[in-house]
């Protein structure tokens, strides 16, 4: 699932006048943004470089959106009809999901053997989160579009849970800049960054233009089976009461490996034939339960786009500093 | 001397190009984790990035082995040794299947737990500019700016060469305990445990740099010290990039001495009025 890219804002008016922004912000950003001078959230240097590139920084701008996470157990409506017995094969269409069948014969052992094992991704949850940031971003867009801006520098975005509760708070902010001398993008939709300052001095000078922050998430559910359980906890193999000798828990190997590579997909679904540049990549695994757990995968940069001729720099000079 | 680039005239030019087709677009979209300023050190080079790539294996470590004993825990240094083979393995398989000749800063992240070692690897494939398919892709946790540096010089990167070792911190006899209470003594039965895993984790990286073909290693890392589940074993890591002479001899960078004239920052200290 993804989340970002340019948002459709067509109907947001490039150029607020004097009346102050339009749209349906609230009254207070309304009432500051209309206020006459610029805010920033650009350090010093960065700000310096900014108004060297001939970007007039115009306001500090910021989108929010508070998400609740719904309950996944069985018997939920996220379940989307996978079951236990399924093997993969209730899956939606293009939804990543393996099962691994128990080799020892099933429940003529115990109640409690893990006769099934399971890894699928969960779309719900992406959708969910695509649907937190792709909102604070497309707020904080059409803030910029209030102003007039022409694009978004510097974007920061976080993510907290609020309070103690199953919530999630996105939070994305940047400041809105407009390129002296240049046309207003496509459809008045500012284009957005992450990069701010030199970074972005040396981005242009070399020869790519931002496009839009993009993110994504890929999330991926591990329900282990037998195997998975012995080598994970060091039980004792059933069989002949030997201990299993070193090997590869190719259960999990093969989640993380699907939750990075989903991430990496749902981003390239955004990109067409552009570039991302400067990824972040943030995985983490939660353990909701013995054998049961969530491998989360984050991804996110900046959609660049090249606007002239390929054309290197100089082999740089190797220099030793004297101090 | 080139000229200065006019900064504003090129982000007019950038921002305008917005409304027009793409120039020169690749033909499929590429993804990189290098910063700015390692996309253009590649390009100085005539590389390029193409891809985020991923490995990560996680391998079971069987029970009971971190129970008192002496000498190496081999099975806790099998399973590392073979993690991070299979991670590597994967990484390597990813970068050839979007045809890229290496994967360079390479993040290592490595956690040994009781039962299992988890290993992740994450980096960014890259490939000189219209360059031929490689035979083999290879490894390497050195930023895009030591791989320059490393290629300007004549040496290519040939893996990642990666070496552990789990020993037990030794017992003492009731009877040497008590002799020794009252001692300042060297307790050589530690110092030879710390020297065996140090020299049994190097024995493992440079065994799998040779086994790569390489000639030595550059930038080794190692990390050591007790595990958190079992305070009387000891867990030493060594890793590092596997390099090779591609060049006839080494080239010498000369790098030119500068003296830098800046004078310290003085900031101001807004406690001092209190």
Known sequence: ?323 | MTEPIDLRAEMRLAADSLGKPAHDPPSRAVTSDLSVDEGLLLHSIGWEAVDVVFGASVVSIPPMVWTWGSGEIAPASDAHNQAVRGAAKTLGEQCSHVRGHGVVGVRVEVDVQRHHVDVELTGTAVRPVRGKDPNRAFVSDLSARDFTLLHNAGWAPIGLAFGASFVYAPRRSMGTTMRQSSQNVELTNFTEAMYAAREAGMEHMQRSALDMGAQGIVAVRVSEGPMWFANHAIGFTAWGTAVRLEAESHQYLRPEVILPLDDAVVEFEAQSLR
């Open chain 1, 1 to 323: 699932m993804v989340a970002s890219g340019p948002p459709d804002t067509g109907d947001v008016d490039p150029d607020p006048g004097a009346t102050g922004p339009q749209g349906d912000l609230p009254e207070a950003a309304g009432r500051r943004l209309a206020s006459g001078s610029f805010s920033s959230g650009l350090t010093v240097p960065d700000f310096a470089a900014c108004l060297q590139m001939g970007l007039r920084p115009v306001g500090l701008v910021q989108g929010f959106c508070v998400m609740q996470w719904g309950w996944y157990g069985a018997g939920s409506q996220y379940m989307r009809g996978m079951t236990p017995f399924g093997f993969g094969g209730d899956a939606p269409r293009g939804v990543y999901s393996e099962s691994y069948s128990c080799p020892h014969g099933g429940f003529a052992y115990s109640n409690e053997h893990r006769i099934w094992g399971q890894n699928y991704q969960q779309p719900w949850v992406e959708a969910a989160w695509a649907q937190g940031f792709g909102s604070a971003y497309s707020r904080m867009v059409e803030e910029a579009g209030a102003v007039g801006a022409h694009g978004v520098i510097g974007v920061v975005d976080t993510t907290r849970h609020l309070a103690d509760m199953n919530v999630t708070e996105f939070h994305i902010l940047g400041t809105a800049v407009v390129v002296e001398g240049a046309a207003a993008p496509p459809g008045a939709t500012p284009w957005t960054t992450y990069l701010a300052g030199q970074r972005l001095a040396k981005l242009v000078e070399a020869g790519y233009m931002p496009m839009s922050v993009v993110a994504a998430l890929a999330s991926v559910r591990v329900w282990a089976y037998c195997v998975t359980e012995m080598l994970m906890e060091g039980t004792l193999s059933r069989f002949g009461g030997n201990y299993l000798p070193v090997s590869e828990v190719e259960q999990l190997s093969r989640a993380h490996m699907a939750a990075r590579s989903l991430a990496r997909e749902h981003v390239r679904s955004q990109l067409g034939n552009d570039t991302l540049q400067g990824a972040l990549i943030v995985a983490n695994t939660q353990s909701l339960a013995q054998g049961d757990e969530v491998i989360e995968c984050a991804l996110r940069g900046t959609r660049v786009r090249r606007f002239k001729d390929f054309d290197p720099m100089d082999a740089p000079r190797p220099t030793v500093r004297l101090s």
